[in-house]
């Protein structure tokens, strides 16, 4: 297995912002669209960290579960796992389906591979 650590640390200071978010901002931009665009980031840098999948697969796989996970948010998922009551449930699988939702995973997405495509650019 590959580790990569400043993948580790770039996802462990994201996963930090994503909680202080998620706990104190409560407004109708950066906690609903932005925070869903930071979640495929988080994503990627964790698969980045812990396997060797290179840029477009991890970043396909990041987007793919955002959208699983939003998919399960139209059907109940959480409420037919039993979870609705489970805080830490609701935070990592969301606690109702919006459509714009899906426009913010894609950002994310593409905000990854164009980071990546600067950075191998420049080295």
Request: charged content about 15%; hydrophobic content about 65%.
């Amino acid at each position: 297995m590959k580790f990569r650590l400043s993948y580790a640390l770039a996802a462990l200071a994201l996963f930090a912002v994503e909680i202080a978010i998620a706990l104190f901002v409560h407004d109708r931009l950066i906690r609903p669209h932005i925070g869903d665009s930071l979640a495929v980031i988080l994503l990627y840098l964790a698969l980045r960290a812990v396997t060797p999948l290179r840029v477009m697969p991890a970043a396909g796989i990041a987007l793919a579960v955002a959208v699983a996970i939003e998919f399960g948010q139209l059907f109940g998922l959480i409420g037919a796992l039993g979870l609705s009551g489970n805080i830490a449930a609701r935070f990592l699988l969301g606690a109702g389906f919006d459509p714009l939702d899906f426009i913010a995973y894609a950002a994310g997405a593409l905000f990854v591979i164009a980071v990546e495509r600067m950075r191998r650019r420049t080295g």
